[in-house]
């Protein structure tokens, strides 16, 4: 079964910036889309960002396009999110995926808290 570890997550202050990364076991990372997402504190999970198999498509939620960046290391079985201009409402549980989502057990998420 796919685990998945997300960290990088913290307390940052508004503009600031974090890269979060997500650990994947198994060895058919590299022929899945994969996704970030967010859960923030009485919301419902929220589709971030996600990158084709290929690394070659990018897809972002309108609230953080142009501010984060999704990327991928197949060789590592990483994805990563390069978090940019952070503002207090991007304060959540971040978690990774397929995407769409299809492993059923979620990795345990990292805690991202943005300060004003």
């Known amino acids: 079964q796919v685990q998945l570890v997300e960290s990088g997550g913290g307390l940052v202050q508004a503009g600031g910036s974090l890269r979060l990364s997500c650990a994947a076991s198994?060895?058919?990372?590299?022929?899945?889309?994969m996704g970030w997402f967010r859960q923030a504190p009485r919301k419902e999970r929220e589709f971030v960002a996600a990158i084709s198999w290929s690394g070659d498509s990018t897809y972002y939620a309108d609230s953080v396009k142009g501010r984060f960046t999704i990327s991928r290391d197949d060789a590592k079985n990483t994805v990563y999110l390069q978090m940019n201009s952070l503002k207090p409402e991007d304060t959540a549980v971040y978690y990774c995926n397929r995407d769409p989502p299809s492993i059923p057990t979620w990795g345990q998420g990292t805690q991202v808290t943005v300060s004003s």
């Open positions: 198994g060895r058919t990372f590299s022929r899945y889309r």
